[in-house]
Every structure is written in C-alpha cells, then in structure tokens.
C-alpha cells in the first residue's frame, strides 16, 4: 500500500483535474488486484533474496515474515516490509525486488532496465525518488 499511496500522492500533486482524480482513486481503491506474471516471479524469488542476503552478511539477524507494521503515533499509516535486519546495534529495513530482468542482464545493464533507478555518473544507483517505490521505502522507514 506504501507504493500505491505514494504513486496517489505524485499524481495528485500533478494533476488536479477533479474528474480525473475521482476516476484514479476509484480505480486504486475498489480494484481487484491481479497477480502479474512478474508479481508471481518476484513473489517466488524473493525468499531467494533473503537467504543470499542471510549468507553474504552472516553477522546479520533477519526477521522475515513481519506482518503489517502501524506506528501508534499515525495509525492510519501501515507497512508491510519483505524483512527487517539487525546488524549490530542497527536494524534496518529491507524491501527485495525480485525483477525477470535478472535472469538476462547483469551489472550496470540490469539496473539501466528500471524506471525506478537512477544511476549517476559515479555509477551509483539509487531509486528513483519520483517513483512509487521510493514511496514505500521511505514509508516503511518512518513508521
């Protein structure tokens, strides 16, 4: 929901047609919602995700399964993280993407293939911060 909230957000900062919005939040709110066949593969992988991720940080204590996070200061506000991690003193969310790209293409190219990335001339990559998945981060980072 994190995702979706935060796409509703952009959209309505950029359009304010009242038609146009009434249309968009019907067609968010009383959807129903269709698994694609990449939904399906991220789903199945990204158990996968977590266990590479267990195995490179083996110091690292993974809690999977979180269920539905609501913090009691904004209760209307809830999250549904893929995992939190506690290294050290730190815990820290984690949000797996499992995209079917990755069974093609590699290193630099692989990222190049997301609209949600952002990769900058140093070669790093971030997300992208108009899109709906830096959203659901950063939602689930403040609750």
């Known amino acids: 929901m994190g995702a979706t909230s935060y796409g509703l957000y952009m959209y309505q900062n950029n359009y304010h047609d009242s038609e146009e919005w009434k249309n968009k939040l019907e067609k968010h709110c009383f959807k129903t919602i269709m698994p694609t066949a990449n939904m399906v593969f991220g789903t199945k992988h990204e158990k996968v995700v ?21 913090n009691s200061n904004y209760p209307w506000l809830g999250y549904s993280a893929d995992a939190f991690i506690t290294m050290g003193n730190e815990t820290r969310l984690l949000e797996a993407k499992c995209p079917k790209l990755g069974k093609t293409e590699h290193g630099i190219d692989f990222f190049r293939g997301f609209a949600y990335m952002a990769i900058a001339k140093t070669g790093e990559v971030t997300l992208r911060k108009k899109h709906k998945y830096y959203g659901q981060v950063q939602l689930g980072m403040a609750l």
Do not use: E, M, Q, S
């Open 50 to 70: 977590l266990d590479l991720f267990t195995k490179k940080y083996n110091n690292a204590v993974v809690w999977r399964d979180c269920g539905f996070t609501i």
